[in-house]
């Protein structure tokens, strides 16, 4: 089923827009001139972070950190090995790719933990910085409860996250 | 506070833009509390570094220099595997917003907006902004969402002249942080990279996931209000 959606979704934009008399190829080489931008512009903070992961795996601080974080995310009912995800996603949106990386990597993309993690950074954002860049650009001194229901909504998205990876 | 790195007419008063990217990538400024951020960063890489060194005094650990460029080669493959499926789905946003396709959601989608943003509704440049910036949102048209959700919320705060957060605003901050995306592009592309048998089929999770998590965040924001005078 989703492996026609994909080409059957660019198929179906590029018609509607030689409909409307769009130079379609051209939008599609300018776009993807902006996300080789985008490439460039998270791969420092890619090496960086992934040396810290592949650091953190072999030392085995990652397994210690995981026995140390079990009893918290076993009531929550989260595969313990994706708290460390639940931990940074918010700071940082690279930091959250390469560790999220490592859990798909090492645990295999199709396994719960993969599935989970990459359900947390599809339905997640970098909250922190998406609060304060709006706010800041406004000139909003007084965020009242902005941030503690950003938290809510992202706590929500996680405990989701670890239901839907078991059901769907 | 305005960041002399945004361009006039960029913030409130200016000449109401169209839909899209005419705001150039100064208009993600350089924010203090972005430096913040940085620092806390900072503070995270360097905690790690010292738990990891801690760890591997006492177990022993193998080599850890080799890890170290191992991990550093690994991300340049990861980053180079993504780049493909990355300028694909960037050049398919540039065409959904070329071919109006993006104007007609926003559209679409203000009847319903209007209800969640009465104030906004009544003013058409905030309605303008906030639509584009939830159907960027959408869309994954990251690039195109943050100078729209910008503006939109300087434009409320215009409107309001206050430094406090109106309720409306948060609103937007929470639809903003919980992340609604109908093809969480560069999820499936790291999914394909790592190979995943059919990338895309985590869609139905991440659509209920993210609904899930705005409903919670919305409810949250209407809950909070009353302590928050």
Not at chain 1, 37 to 44: A, D, G, N, R
Not at chain 1, 114 to 138: C, D, K, P, Q
Not at chain 1, 146 to 165: E, H, K, M, N, R
Not at chain 2, 203 to 209: D, F, G
Request: net charge positive.
């Amino acid at each position: 089923m989703t492996g026609f959606l994909i080409p059957a979704l660019l198929l179906g934009v590029s018609v509607l827009a030689l409909g409307r008399r769009v130079d379609v190829y051209s939008a599609l080489l300018d776009g993807g001139r902006s996300g080789l931008e985008l490439v460039k512009s998270i791969l420092p903070a890619l090496v960086m972070l992934l040396t810290a992961v592949e650091l953190l795996r072999v030392s085995g601080a990652a397994d210690a950190l995981t026995r140390l974080l079990a009893p918290i995310a076993a009531p929550l009912g989260l595969p313990p090995e994706t708290l460390p995800l639940v931990l940074i996603r918010p700071l940082s949106g690279s930091a959250a790719l390469a560790v999220g990386a490592e859990l798909m990597a090492s645990h295999g993309p199709d396994s719960p933990v993969g599935r989970t993690a990459a359900i947390m950074l599809g339905s997640t954002e970098t909250t922190f910085y998406t609060v304060s860049v709006y706010f800041s650009a406004a000139g909003i001194r007084k965020t009242r409860y902005a941030v503690p229901a950003a938290l809510i909504a992202d706590l929500t998205g996680f405990l989701a996250a670890s239901l839907t990876a078991k059901w769907m | 506070m305005i960041d002399p790195a945004v361009p006039k007419g960029a913030g409130n008063g200016g000449v109401p833009a169209p839909f899209g990217t005419h705001l150039p990538a100064s208009a993600r400024i350089s924010f203090p509390e972005r430096k913040v951020l940085q620092m806390v960063m900072s503070y995270v890489w360097s905690f790690l570094l010292a738990l990891c060194l801690f760890c591997a005094l006492l177990t022993g650990a193998p080599d850890l220099g080799q890890a170290a460029m191992a991990g550093a080669a690994r991300a340049v493959e990861l980053g180079l595997g993504l780049t493909g499926s990355l300028v694909l789905w960037s050049g398919f946003g540039t065409l959904l917003e070329r071919s109006g396709l993006q104007r007609g959601l926003a559209r679409l989608l203000s009847p319903l907006l209007g209800r969640l943003f009465p104030t906004a509704r009544r003013d058409p440049e905030t309605m303008g902004a906030l639509c584009g910036n939830v159907t960027a949102n959408l869309l994954g048209l990251g690039s195109a969402a943050t100078p729209l959700g910008i503006r939109a919320v300087r434009r409320m705060q215009a409107l309001a002249q206050t430094e406090t957060a109106t309720d409306e605003m948060c609103r937007l901050i929470v639809m903003n942080t919980a992340s609604i995306q109908l093809l969480p592009t560069t999820v499936a592309a790291l999914r394909g990279q790592l190979g995943a048998a059919a990338p895309f089929d985590i869609l139905p999770a991440v659509w209920l996931t993210s609904a899930l998590s705005v409903t919670a965040g919305l409810t949250a924001a209407a809950a909070l209000r009353r302590w928050w005078a």
